[in-house]
């Protein structure tokens, strides 16, 4: 399965596999079904009130009609990339950059859906994507966007991933100053320090503690070894929101 390395605005790298082209058509499926028996509803509905009222009413044709038309648009909105039938298959629109999309990023994949989708009959949407390498339509490459299976656990580089209990709260906000090689030197102080506690390596606990410090502008009085292990924490947590919120 082909996968994508997508760098968090906190400066970690995560892999995701890249959802397959059958997810994605079998998505696309359920989001027509879906659609074909909301317009079975509305052609009900008209019917009634056209019974009751009378007329072509036409006003109430072109009402129950926008949800038909903005139905893509609408979903990847409120459920945060993602349309009824993308959440069945967990699977997922994010931006190639970690950030959120934004509402211009399913503007531009709802227009060009014309052309990946709906005038090439989908032809243009399965070529492009299984020849772009990073599960990329048209609509994709333009918003810098792909789409993902969603994973149930994210491992970050280097082995920094560390389980945080749910109700864990962050401790210093300021954290989000760190890069990822930041932290990493902080992962191997501290391992340094547990296999081996001599002078040298206290020295480089402290002195390391400081640096964090300085660069972070953080003032606690922890000792230390819990103050980097918290650090660890904290930057996991952030990272977990950062997750959550794509």
């Known amino acids: 399965m082909e996968r ?14 890249i959802a397959n082209v059958g997810d994605r058509l079998l998505a696309l499926v359920l989001d ?14 008209y019917q009634i009130l056209r019974k009751i009222f009378g007329g072509d009413l036409i006003v109430v044709v072109i009402v129950l009609q ?11 909105l409120i459920f945060h990339g993602q349309t009824p039938g993308k959440k069945i298959l967990r699977i997922k629109v994010v931006k190639l950059d970690g950030s959120a999309p934004s509402l211009g990023s399913y503007l531009i994949r709802w227009v060009l859906r014309l052309v990946d989708i709906w005038f090439s009959f989908g032809v243009v949407a399965l070529i ?3 020849a772009n390498g990073k599960g990329q339509r048209l609509g994709d490459i333009a918003a810098k966007t792909t789409v993902i299976k969603e994973n149930k656990k994210t491992f970050f580089k280097h082995s920094i991933y560390k389980d945080l209990t749910p109700n864990y709260k962050l401790v210093f906000p300021e954290v989000e100053k760190l890069t990822e090689q930041d932290i990493n030197i902080i ?19 402290f002195r390391a503690a400081n640096e964090i410090k300085t660069k972070t502008g953080i003032e606690s009085k922890l000792p230390p070894k819990i103050f980097l292990e918290t650090l660890i924490k904290d930057y996991n947590k952030i990272n977990e929101l950062v997750i959550k919120k794509n």
């Open 4 to 17: 994508v390395k997508i760098e968090t605005t906190q400066n970690v790298l995560i892999e995701h596999d």
């Open 32 to 45: 027509f079904i879906f659609l074909f028996v909301y317009s079975l509803i509305i052609t009900l509905i």
């Open 66 to 76: 926008i949800p038909f038309y903005f139905y893509n648009l609408a979903s990847n």
């Open 128 to 130: 492009t994507v299984i």
């Open 187 to 205: 992962n191997t102080v501290l391992k340094a320090y547990v296999l081996n506690r001599k002078e040298a390596v206290t020295k480089l606990l």
